[in-house]
């Protein structure tokens, strides 16, 4: 690892559970692909993969079905936000580095534990190499006693305090942040059932903020004061957009939001990009893009000339956060 970068990279985006493609969601890409294909893209083998990688990203590929898990390379530090189903993909990629030879070190944040955040932490296979080291973190009381009844022998063959590495428990209850090396980490408590932390984390000027599983109920409200101040300035927000506008007024107090809150927020904190995460499970690949055009006519309408990015998180993708 380049010690010196500030790398974010996504390997889970979806809420709630793991949600994967079925064969109807792969029959629809193709039908749309292959409406878009004149006789010339499907010529010779080069023109065809030429054709594939011009498409956009809902037809060529996926958004991801993985639960909720996101991994910086800052600093020289492994910091992974969450332990969803999409922490089982990255540990299975990290053992190509240093703690496949059991040297590796990595310092995993809780936001909380509902289990799409933390049910990837047994299949996470450095844990099971003697030699890495895992920092768990989390405000929650009683947080490893949690982790244990996930694996207790009723649901899981391997306990919690049986892995090989070392792996540590830090209550961040009683502190402010937390510091490593270069890299500074503050929390802040957000609106969701049982307790949702969001992260933010500051290296080289540049600050990246987690803030998966939260409702956001009157923007007018003071109340949201302290979160637009945990959220001023940042360069990127990743933020929980569960919902259509719509469901999200219907689905008022199940503890998530949607993208055109998301826009509010993120005008009112002066956000650089907002990264859609948590995206609802049942929602195809089609609809969660027709909602980012729509999010994208409203951040128009409201905030005309404002230099706000807007991405969907989508699972592979690494942003690079000292380029801008
Ligand atoms: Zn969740
Ligand atoms: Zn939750």
New binding site residues.
């Given amino acids: 690892m380049n010690p010196q970068s500030f790398l974010v990279t996504f390997y889970g985006v979806r809420?709630?559970l793991p949600s994967p493609m079925v064969g109807q969601d792969v029959r629809e890409k193709l039908v749309n692909a292959l409406e878009l294909a004149s006789p010339a893209h499907l010529k010779t083998a080069a023109s065809r993969e030429a054709f594939v990688d011009s498409l956009p990203a809902h037809l060529k590929s996926c958004y991801g079905g993985n639960s909720?898990c996101v991994h910086l390379q800052v600093g020289g530090h492994h910091l992974i936000f969450d332990g969803g189903s999409g922490l089982r993909v990255l540990g299975n990629h990290l053992l190509n580095q240093e703690f496949g030879k059991g040297r590796g070190e990595a310092h995993l944040f809780l936001s909380h534990t509902?289990w799409?955040?933390i049910m990837g932490i047994p299949f996470f296979v450095p844990f099971y190499r003697k030699g890495n080291k895992i920092n768990i973190y989390g405000s929650h009381p009683r947080l490893k006693e949690r982790l244990i009844g996930q694996q207790s022998f009723d649901y899981f063959p391997v306990s919690f305090d049986s892995y090989l590495a070392d792996v540590d428990i830090i209550s961040l209850a009683n502190q402010k942040e937390c510091v490593l090396g270069d890299v500074r980490i503050t929390w802040h408590e957000m609106n969701h059932p049982g307790q949702c932390f969001s992260y933010r984390v500051e290296y080289k000027g540049k600050s990246f903020i987690y803030a998966?599983?939260s409702e956001y109920k009157d923007l007018g409200d003071k109340s949201l004061k302290p979160t637009i101040e945990f959220f001023k300035g940042a360069d990127l927000l990743v933020f929980d957009s569960q919902y259509t506008f719509i469901e999200g007024v219907e689905k008022e107090d199940w503890g998530h939001s949607s993208t055109f809150i998301g826009v509010d927020i993120a005008l009112e904190a002066k956000v650089k990009k907002i990264a859609f995460y948590?995206h609802e499970p049942t929602y195809s690949d089609f609809k969660l893009v027709h909602i980012f055009e729509q999010t994208k006519k409203y951040l128009k309408a409201i905030g005309a000339g404002s230099p706000l990015k807007m991405i969907l998180s989508q699972e592979g993708l690494t942003l690079d956060m000292l380029k801008g």
């Fill in positions: 809420g709630s909720s509902h799409d955040h998966t599983d948590h």
